[in-house]
Every structure is written in structure tokens, then in C-alpha cells.
């Protein structure tokens, strides 16, 4: 199968850097996937000079209980790193490998585990690429005297105007693997240095380029799912591996105050979850908070889901100006709660330092300690204005009167 000319066009228009493609070291963040392989042989192709770098960020312990992981499940681990040096072999580039797992369980695999044991339902990726993805690999390809980090994302980084050197974070073409979610606290620093070559592509046309490319061993390679170190889904034993005092029993409560049953830890529930939660009362009854405080479990109908405001911290502002301040000049944005949700629109404005969010609709199941992202509109090329964590939610009056946090 023969390389397609347009896709090299495609890659050429994403870097954006002056001059012939020769001109430019780029080093690509290769994780031993798909995305990031082939992103590394169409810069290869387009004429790039490249350099493949891959972190590793699972110590013996973790990879020991990694390694009943299907393949394409994991990321940076053992198997990854492997691939990803053979593939920097056949396509005759150089490949190095930083050792960052001690950062990683101290930046994300230890924060996630707080974060369950304080009631929150964390995103583990959003620390990763901020904490030890980008500040590591952006000092390792300034320091091989590179033009720019490249990685494998379905996103897009473009100048927010032909006068203006700083970039954007855009949607990409294809929504469907779209993950701005997860780069919205990116810097702007970082993202001026950072390009996204797949934005403009979809994942078919990715795997035909890696078999054009002869990167057979990656063509076919499954997506990567779940969290990277809890491949198999279950994340409460690895919360309780890190935390074993984090299975506490407590009381599983009703809105309405009445106490149903006992739990076995909060950190084995999620806001939403309806299924599993061991109690026979005649009418569907969903999670609808994590008090940690309490140590408490709290259920109602599904109309306690329904939020209509919350709180976000930690926010990172990408727009051109600061928020405003107050609700009556807040900026109409579409915001984003979950990953595998579509943005709705809200309002958004801070007050004394904290940003506050309003939905022109109450959203269902939204969790603290998710991402909440902000977007200048839905679908393709949108561009993200930043985001922070979900810090606490407003039930609506009546049903659950209390600031959940």
C-alpha cells in the first residue's frame, strides 16, 4: 500500500515552522502505540529529522501487576517500550527511553489514590501529560535542540492568528477520538512548542498509514483503554494497595436523611452509579454524593443527579482575556464534564479567585474531581479555553440542599 501524498501535506501544514522540513529536529513522544508511531514515520516521510523519546513510567512492582494486561492496554510499560524501540529501529531514527516512574507514582498514581479516599472520581491522564509527560519531554527535546515536541494526540495546536506566535488548542476533525479533554491545563509555553500532526486525520486513516509505513508490528495494535496503570479496570484494588485503610465501612444514606445500608468503603462507588449498590427499597436509587467527611455513601432518585452549578479549581486559563468577575458578566461557553460527553452550554465567571460554572440545563452525574474544560463551541475545531478540576457541586434546592464536595 503506497503512502498517501496528501497525509505528508497534512503533517507539513500541522508543524507550522519555517523553512524545509530538513531544517527541523522534532522529537515525537512515542509510547509504543499506533498514534504516536506513526506520527513519528509521516514526519520521517515528510522530510523531518526525528528523534523518538519514551518515558518509562512503571517501576517492577507495577509492571508485575501489569503484566496479565492484553496487549494495547497498558502505555509506556515494558511491552510499549519495546515496541516503540523497534519501530524507531525500522524507521532508522534515534529512540531514547527517561525513566520517570518514580515521578509518576508520586505526580499521578499517588494523587489518584488520594483523591478516591477523599469522595472524588480523579482523571488521572490530566496530571500525567501535564506533570510528567510535557515539563519531561519538553526539557529533554529543548535540550537535543529541538523545533518542537510532537506527540500523537487528536487534538490540534494552530496561531491564534498570522501576527500572533502564540497557539491554540483546538477540537480535531474527528470527534469521535477527540482528547483536548485531557491537554486542557497544557501551558501556554508548552503548547507553543507543541504540534499535533493527526488532527486533521481519523484513526482509519492512521492505521493505513502505518501499514503503508511498514509498521506492521503497531498497525493493528489495539487502542490503549482505561487507565494506563489499571489495565484491567478495577481500580479499587490499586487504591487499596497504595491505601489499604481506604476500606472503611460507612452508612449509605438517602437524601432525604433515612440511613439504607452499609458500604464497604467509598471508594468502591462512583457519582451516577446505579448498579451494585446491595440495597432493596422498591424504587431505583443512584450515588449521588461522596461524603468523605461522614464517610458516607448518599443515594436519591435520579432526579437528585441533576446539578445545575459548580466550583472548579485548579483552573488553567487559555483565553485571550482573564475571566470576568461576577455572574452577571460571565462568558457563555460550552463546558464539558466528562470525557465521554459532549460540551453543553454554560456560563462561566470567577468571583475572588474561584471560577464558577452555571449550566443553561442542570447536568446529570457531574463528579468532583473530574475535569471541567471549556470550549468556545462544540465539534470540530473549537477552540479549548482551559479547564480545571471539579471541586464541589450545587444540588438543586429540595432535593439535596447542601454544597456537595
Known sequence: MPLNPEWLEVVRRSMDLPGAPADHLVVVAMSGGVDSTTTAGLLSAAGYRVAGVTLRLHDAEQEAAMACAPRGRTCCAGRDILDARLAADRLGIPHYVLDMADLFRRAVIERFCDSYVAGETPVPCV???????????????????????????????????????????????????????????????????????????????????????????????????????????????????????????????????????????IIGYTIGQRRGLGLAVGEPLYVVALDAVRNAVIVGP??????????????????????????????????????????????VWQEAGTVHVRFDEPEEGVAPGQACVFYTGPGPGQRVLGGGTIARTRAPVGVFAMERT
Not at 220 to 225: F, R
Not at 314 to 338: C, H, M, S, T, Y
Request: with cysteine.
Open 127 to 265: 496530571d500525567c501529560n501535564r506533570v510528567v509527560k510535557f515539563d519531561a519531554l519538553l526539557t529533554h527535546a529543548r535540550m537535543l535542540g529541538a523545533s518542537a515536541l510532537v506527540t500523537g494526540h487528536y487534538a490540534e495546536s494552530r496561531r491564534l492568528s498570522p501576527d500572533d506566535s502564540r497557539r491554540g488548542l483546538f477540537t480535531p476533525a474527528d470527534m469521535a477520538r477527540d482528547q483536548s479533554y485531557f491537554l486542557h491545563a497544557t501551558t501556554q509555553a508548552q503548547l507553543d512548542f507543541l504540534r499535533f500532526p493527526l488532527a486533521a486525520l481519523t484513526k482509519a486513516a492512521v492505521r493505513e498509514a502505518a501499514a503503508a509505513l511498514g509498521l506492521d508490528l503497531v498497525s493493528d495494535k489495539p487502542a490503549s483503554q482505561d487507565i494506563c496503570f489499571v489495565p484491567d479496570g478495577d481500580y479499587r484494588r490499586v487504591v487499596l494497595r497504595h491505601r489499604p485503610e481506604a476500606a472503611r465501612p460507612g452508612p449509605i444514606l438517602h437524601v432525604d436523611g433515612r440511613k439504607l445500608g452499609e458500604h464497604g468503603g
Open 302 to 347: 435520579r432526579e437528585a443527579l441533576k446539578v445545575p452549578a459548580l466550583v472548579v479549581r485548579g483552573v488553567n486559563w487559555l483565553g485571550d482575556a482573564p475571566l470576568p468577575a461576577g455572574e452577571q458578566a460571565a462568558l457563555g461557553l460550552w463546558v464539558r464534564i466528562r470525557s465521554t460527553r459532549p460540551p453543553r452550554p454554560a456560563r
